[in-house]
């Protein structure tokens, strides 16, 4: 793919190293950066031959086949627009809006120019999330009940993050998306997000947005999803996930302790991983970044769909829905009360019952629990389908 960057910052970066990477056959052709300096320095670093600081330039060139924005949340919606002016297939990174209302006039301006759209949520294409994805969809879970995401880092790394104008929200909208995406596709994308709860502070940093926030996502099939999500947190990039169903169990730590423990003075200190807070002590280092948060597996997905003319796993309306999403945990911190999650557009299953709580044991009987003791009995704990009358039996 021939591939116009807009942004040189951190995502624009991490993307190129991505991109570019491992000797691949992608290329980066073009990159706009708003100062000169920085454009020439990306293209430079990355061997780009042709930068500009005007973003048109960037998307409207004819080797252009692709264009991957990379910029500030707020200036998203120009980017989309002037793929959809040129006609450019166009990738997005998160969060798609800064609300659902511009999430929505994206999407349905990208549908209307008949563009290919993808939305780069990296963390639902890191090699332990497709493992754990893969298990859930086969069932190995049974039925999901609860799943939750936590991404807790002590802040952003650029000032546009802290200015509620720009970025559209603290910690919420900046973590939240991942962390919204991840328990959504764990819970099912066909399944509705109906209503939202969500607790959010400004605890710590001098900012008119919310630098810590916790919030329940409930489904239409009666299951719940959780977020956990700071710019306040001590420690580094804490990532974790964790999928309770039926039948199973599933916790995946995606950054800290991942089996890779070090311990320095300080000599000949590195760079130890993303937010990592110190270089001496015991560190926690991460052995390949661009391929544990996924952004390797996610750009072949987005571009093998692109040659293949089919969708990619996450596209706009996901972003979109995303966005749906955290507009009503917003509402909720504010309100303190449940709020419904307004979906103008919903594609997935509508209707969908609560799944039955009852498992089967016998003709007369409902299963509660079995359970082998410390002093070796084999105990089975029923209720009576007719009279709800609870008993134990011992069977060994
Ligand atoms: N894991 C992820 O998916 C991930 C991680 C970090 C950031 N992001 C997203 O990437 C986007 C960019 O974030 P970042 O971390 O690269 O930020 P950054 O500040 O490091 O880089 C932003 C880029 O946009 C440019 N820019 C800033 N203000 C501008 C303006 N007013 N006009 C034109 N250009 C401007 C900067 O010069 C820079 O090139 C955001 O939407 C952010 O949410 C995604």
Not at 144 to 161: M, N, Q, V, Y
Not at 162 to 184: K, M, N, P, S
Not at 315 to 327: E, I, M, Q, R
């Amino acid at each position: 793919m021939k591939i116009a960057m807009l942004g040189s910052g951190f995502i624009g970066r991490f993307y190129a190293d991505s991109l570019q990477g491992y000797r691949s056959k992608d290329k980066i052709v073009t990159i706009y950066s708003r100062r000169e300096e920085s454009a020439q320095k990306f293209a430079k670093d990355y061997n780009v031959p042709f930068s500009t600081t005007v973003m048109e330039e960037a998307i409207n060139r004819p080797e252009v086949e692709v264009v991957c924005i990379s910029l500030p949340n707020n200036l998203h919606e120009e980017a989309v627009n002037l793929c959809c002016k040129h006609k450019k297939a166009v990738i997005t990174t998160k969060p798609l809006g800064r609300n659902a209302e511009e999430a929505k006039r994206m999407l349905q301006a990208v549908e209307k120019a008949g563009i290919f759209n993808g939305y780069l949520e990296d963390l639902v294409y890191t090699p332990k999330f497709i493992k754990a994805h893969e298990s859930v969809k086969n069932g190995a879970l049974g039925r999901i009940l609860w799943a939750k995401s936590r991404e807790t880092h002590p802040g952003p790394h650029s000032d546009w993050f802290w200015d509620i104008e720009q970025a559209g929200g603290g910690c919420i909208l900046d973590l939240g998306c991942h962390c919204v995406e991840i328990t959504r596709s764990y819970i099912g994308k066909d399944i509705k997000p109906v209503e939202v709860m969500c607790w959010a502070d400004t605890q710590v940093k001098p900012i008119d947005a919310e630098d810590h926030a916790i919030g329940l996502v409930k489904y239409e099939n009666g299951a719940i999803g959780q977020f956990e999500v700071s710019w306040t947190f001590r420690g580094g990039l804490d990532l974790r996930d964790e999928v309770m169903g039926t039948e199973g169990t599933i916790w995946v730590n995606s950054f800290l302790r991942t089996g890779f423990e070090m311990f320095t003075t300080g000599k000949a200190a590195n760079y130890v991983a993303e937010k990592a807070e110190s270089d001496k002590g015991w560190l926690f280092p991460v052995g390949d970044e661009l391929n544990e948060l996924g952004y390797n597996h996610m750009f072949m997905d987005m571009f093998n769909a692109m040659e293949q003319g089919t969708q990619p796993k996450e596209t706009f309306y996901d972003g979109y829905v995303v966005n749906a999403v955290l507009d009503a945990a917003y509402k909720s911190a504010k309100s303190k009360q449940w709020e419904p999650v307004k979906l103008d557009i919903w594609r997935g299953r509508v209707g969908v019952s609560k799944d039955a709580h009852l498992q089967e044991y016998d003709a007369d009987h409902y299963l509660v629990k079995e359970e082998v003791t410390h002093y070796g009995a084999k105990k089975v704990i029923l209720k009576n389908k007719k009279t709800g009358k609870i008993s134990e039996q011992v069977l060994s």
